[in-house]
């Protein structure tokens, strides 16, 4: 496609947010790229890989306990996107830190931690234990405290709903990643996001992430009964593309923080809006899941390639 005249950003550009730089501005998003291991073998016709120009690979969430997460099944595919409730499936933070950063860093993946907890010293926690396995890294970017999660009862988004809890959260980690991005996952599950926004913005996060999931629900005609054992999942793809521009410019309008938009991308299009929108960077979700080369063809044509 040929760039709107607006559009003066380079997608593969390096970009200073909080005290880091990141190498490019179309990332992947959590849960949607694995840990961001798995693209090292897969080349395309057009691509050496999965990696080629992206700004970060955001971790699948990390909670401190390994989790199973939720009964299947866990995905239900719309024609529209996806309905998923995973409930945070996870190795574990211990397992994460000794088997899954240091590959991370030695594949040169620019990696963004994703953590979640259910107190706010337990995320200072994890976050000073982070540091102190990987201070030393180059790759290692930044951390993503997701607030959001719309599937894990202790973490969901009642969580993330309250501006002093989410303060507390930031509050907790902030001092413990000195030289290292601190950004906040924001659910688009409440009133008022801006205000949530602010919060963390003021406790001193250097970014947004918005969105997750929204809260949705599909019916097995053949049963009467929902599709997912849990009744509820966190419904994403190009179906909520309008939804997340919509948090997205509220929380540029009335927060005064940057943001990276996330929610709905599959072309490049799609990532535009975001970028004219003011947003600093954009994540790759569901996208990302049925093809690993979507968030780098982004970068490609984002870049006027
Ligand atoms: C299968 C699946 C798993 C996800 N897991 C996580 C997760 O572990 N942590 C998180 O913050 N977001 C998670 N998300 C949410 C995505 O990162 C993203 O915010 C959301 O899907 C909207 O973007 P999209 O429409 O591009 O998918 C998950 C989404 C999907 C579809």
Redesign the pocket.
């Known amino acids: 496609m040929s760039l709107p005249n607006w559009f003066t950003l380079r997608a593969d550009d390096s970009f200073e947010l909080g005290p880091r730089l990141f190498p490019g501005r179309i990332w992947t ?4 790229f694995a840990y961001g291991l798995s693209g090292h073998d897969m080349t395309a016709s057009d691509l050496a890989s999965p990696y080629v120009g992206l700004g970060a690979v ?1 971790t ?2 990390v909670t401190p306990a390994p989790r199973t997460g939720n009964p299947m099944p866990r ?1 239900c595919e719309l024609p529209t ?2 309905i ?1 409730s ?1 409930g ?1 499936e ?1 190795v574990g933070f211990d397992a994460f830190l000794q088997d899954i950063l240091p590959q991370l860093e030695k594949m040169a993946v620019p990696t963004v931690v ?1 953590l ?1 907890a259910s107190r706010p010293d337990e995320f200072g926690e994890m976050v000073q234990r982070l540091y102190g396995s990987a201070a030393g890294y180059e790759h290692w970017h930044g951390v ?1 405290l ?1 607030l ?2 719309p599937n894990v009862a202790e973490g969901g988004h009642d969580f993330g709903g309250d501006p002093d809890t989410v303060a507390k959260c930031v509050a907790a980690s902030r001092p413990r990643l000195p030289d290292r991005a601190l950004l906040v ?1 924001l659910t688009p599950n409440v009133a008022d996001i801006a205000s949530l926004a602010a919060a963390a913005g003021h406790a001193g996060a250097d970014a947004i ?1 918005a ?3 929204v809260v949705g629900l599909d019916v097995d005609l053949k049963t009467g009964r929902p599709v997912l054992p849990r009744r509820f999942g ?1 419904y ?3 179906g ?2 309008p939804i ?1 521009l919509a948090k997205v410019d509220e929380i540029i309008n009335k927060a005064q923080i940057p943001v990276v938009g ?5 072309t490049a299009e799609d990532a535009l809006k975001f970028f004219a929108l003011g947003a600093v960077a954009v ?7 049925r093809d690993p080369f979507a968030a780098a063809e982004l970068v490609k044509e984002l870049s006027g390639q």
């Open positions: 998003a959590s849960g949607c955001v699948k969430t995905l996107g996806a998923n995973i945070l996870n994703s979640a993503e997701n959001s999660c996952k992430s969105i997750n999931t966190g994403s793809g190009p909520v593309l997340a996330v929610g709905g991308i599959s994540q790759v979700g569901t996208a990302q899941m």
